[in-house]
């Protein structure tokens, strides 16, 4: 899932679980990884034109929320944005920036509503040649809590899941204190590495972060969170995190704010029960919408007055 996963537990069965929960992360991984030829989304995708694929449940259960995601935010989260994620190549081609011919080409194959998904058949349908699925930006949520889910199978109460941008705290610490989490700063380089921190217990933490795939080309930034409506990286949001219970849809939540901006996208999550969300915009604004957690610290002094 290209990056580090580090899994801290406690408890007599800790060592075991660890070793499955890290199993379950592969196996995660190697069914919706659409860069991974032999997984379920690649089938998928060989198949765009051509059949309908028949998935695994989890994988069917994904792409739902994913799909149910697009509608609601009206494709700023496109599940069928692989053909954008291709063509650039963030992380991948050097400081590749596509002409405006080769952006509206991989536009005319991103479109949510012609994802077919069948109940009955549990089957996926993309009716053109050239679409494609991305779990990018779900996949590693759902894992996290697979993970959690494995962890908590093994009677372990206390752990954590620190998976880049995806955390998932379970239980307490074994001092009895809950976890400390750190929100990163997007832009370390003005002096502080933390934005905020949040004591949680039983939380997963999910952010999306322009600073975590980009090339700079004539200092401009060019980052992995595409606007699906302009076929360029999203304008507006730097770093947008997620506090909730459900790993899958914080973690498309997170990268739907992203798209969507402080005022849309805040409202947008907050509709959805999230616990909290915490946007930061390119002048470090900070804008937040959820619950009140009087135990969260902003490091620079930022004030939680911003709600939108
Ligand atoms: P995240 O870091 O969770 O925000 O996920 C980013 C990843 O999601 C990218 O690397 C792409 O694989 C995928 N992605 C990028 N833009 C979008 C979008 N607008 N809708 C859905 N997935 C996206
Ligand atoms: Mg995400």
Do not use: C
């Not at 697009?70 to 991948?92: H, Y």
């Not at 880049?164 to 989490?181: C, L, M, S, Y």
């Not at 901006?261 to 604004?285: F, H, R």
């Amino acid at each position: 899932m290209d990056t580090t996963i580090t899994i801290t537990a406690y408890g007599p069965k800790a060592k075991k679980a660890v070793s499955a929960a890290f199993a379950e992360m592969r196996r995660v991984a190697d069914l919706m990884n659409a860069n991974d030829p032999a997984s379920e989304v690649a089938y998928i995708n060989q198949n765009a034109g051509i059949k309908p694929v028949k998935v695994s449940p989890e994988t069917f259960e994904l792409l739902k929320l994913s799909l149910h995601y697009s509608q609601l935010s009206v494709g700023a989260f496109d599940v069928t944005v692989r053909p954008l994620v291709e063509l650039w190549g963030i992380g991948k081609k050097d400081n590749y920036v596509p002409s405006k011919e080769e952006i509206q080409q991989a536009l005319k194959l991103v479109d949510y509503r012609k994802l077919v998904l069948n109940d009955q058949e549990q089957s996926v349908f993309l009716p053109v040649k050239g679409m494609g699925i991305d779990l990018g930006g779900a996949a590693k949520g759902y894992a996290a809590d697979r993970a959690r889910a494995v962890l908590q199978e093994y009677g372990v109460n206390s752990a954590l899941v620190d998976a880049g941008g995806n955390i998932w705290t379970v239980g307490v610490r074994p001092d009895g204190e809950k976890w400390r989490i750190g929100i990163r700063h997007p832009r370390p380089e003005m002096g502080s590495k933390i934005l905020a921190v949040l004591p949680a217990q039983d939380l997963t933490l999910v952010t999306s972060g322009d600073y975590e795939r980009y090339f700079v080309k004539d200092d401009v930034r060019y980052h992995h969170i595409f606007d699906p409506r302009t076929g360029w990286p999203a304008q507006g949001v730097i770093s947008a995190t997620i506090v909730g219970t459900n790993g899958a849809e914080a973690d498309i939540l997170s990268t739907t704010v992203f798209v969507l901006g402080p005022k849309k996208g805040l409202a947008l999550a907050a509709e959805s029960g999230i616990t909290k969300a915490i946007v930061v915009t390119p002048d470090l604004q900070v804008f937040t919408a959820g619950r009140d957690l009087p135990e969260m610290e902003f490091v620079n002094g930022e004030k939680e007055g911003k709600n939108q």
